[in-house]
């Protein structure tokens, strides 16, 4: 696993790591017995690789923030405006070292950036973490709103990791009788289309408040579940929503949908969807695509205000 890091922090990320490699320990044998942590700042380190997981982004300054709250109050534009050109130069890299590899991106916004990297790279197997981590925040809400055990009912969000996301009619399934069912979704899912930011918010520098880090124990956890079913051969597969291309489901664009890791493999699982939930896709990819517009046209103004 390779860590791309400044000299001067190396100190720090061995000791991270040797506590990681430790906490591996106690989560799975098998699985830290057969990983090597790498700490590196020699992107050629990546030739060969199978997997590249980009984890890199940066702050927005509060000038940056307050400059883009009059056009997007979720704050997820900024976050795209100043991840482009790090996704750009990563997938050039990419291209250069490890053309064939499979691309997990975590950067916000991940389904920009997904398809700002699907763009850059000349293999298109790009996929973005972000309605499986909505999916496991919806079951715990629903289970505290209904009191139901999360063993007996399911769902999977799909669409896109904001506030376009919704829930898959066809994975939706409940054992006991519940009144008003259909209150307690909606209400569920909007308080999980706020509750990254909740998490986020909550977790707020006391001595630096304008810097926010955003959840990342969850999306920790999501990544050791997929890479110990991509790394390991005695892991089970496992199958969860990834931003990809929607080829199986003969639509000419991409969004959160099902997606099967196994070893040394990620496939394109057919995703059912009803006719409430194509009208909901077809909003969330309407605004998508007018978002990463908006970031490229952001990009080429500032570019062509450098070279003035």
């Known amino acids: 696993m390779l860590y791309?890091?400044?000299?001067?922090?190396?100190?720090?990320?061995?000791g991270l790591l040797n506590d990681l490699e430790e906490a591996a320990l106690i989560r799975n044998q098998q699985f830290s017995k057969n990983i090597d942590f790498l700490p590196t700042n020699r992107i050629n380190d990546i030739a060969n690789s199978n997997l590249v997981i980009i984890c890199a982004g940066l702050f927005a300054n509060q000038e940056e923030k307050t400059k883009y709250t009059l056009t997007d109050l979720s704050g997820r534009h900024i976050q795209a405006y100043k991840n482009f050109p790090i996704i750009n130069n990563l997938c050039e890299q990419i291209n250069l070292h490890t053309p064939n590899t499979s691309v997990i991106i975590i950067t916000n916004q991940v389904d920009i950036m997904s398809?700002?990297?699907r763009k850059k790279l000349h293999s298109a197997k790009v996929y973005g973490?972000?309605?499986?981590?909505?999916?496991?925040?919806?079951k715990k809400i629903f289970s505290t709103l209904t009191h139901l055990k999360q063993s007996e009912f399911d769902a999977v969000l799909l669409g896109f990791h904001n506030q376009n996301l919704?829930?898959?009619?066809a994975s939706f399934q409940i054992s006991s009788h519940l009144t008003n069912i259909e209150t307690?979704?909606?209400?569920?899912?909007?308080k999980t289309i706020n509750r990254g930011k909740e998490i986020s918010d909550m977790q707020k520098d006391i001595h630096h408040p304008n810097i926010n880090s955003g959840s990342s124990k969850l999306p920790a956890a999501a990544l050791f579940n997929i890479i110990a079913a991509f790394t390991q051969t005695n892991t089970k597969k496992i199958?969860?929503?990834l931003n990809?291309?929607?080829?199986?489901e003969n639509i000419s664009t991409a969004a959160q949908a099902l997606c099967q890791i196994s070893y040394n493999s990620i496939t394109h699982k057919y995703t059912e969807l009803s006719a409430n939930n194509l009208s909901e896709l077809k909003k969330g990819i309407e605004i998508i695509h007018k978002n990463i517009k908006f970031i490229q046209q952001l990009h080429t103004q500032s570019n062509n205000r450098g070279k003035e």
């Open 184 to 190: 307690y979704k909606k209400l569920a899912l909007q």
């Open 166 to 169: 919704f829930i898959q009619d």
């Open 244 to 248: 990809r291309r929607l080829d199986k």
């Open 4 to 14: 791309y890091i400044h000299q001067t922090i190396i100190k720090k990320i061995y």
């Open 115 to 117: 398809e700002i990297a």
């Open 239 to 241: 199958i969860i929503p």
């Open 129 to 138: 973490l972000g309605c499986y981590l909505d999916t496991i925040r919806f």
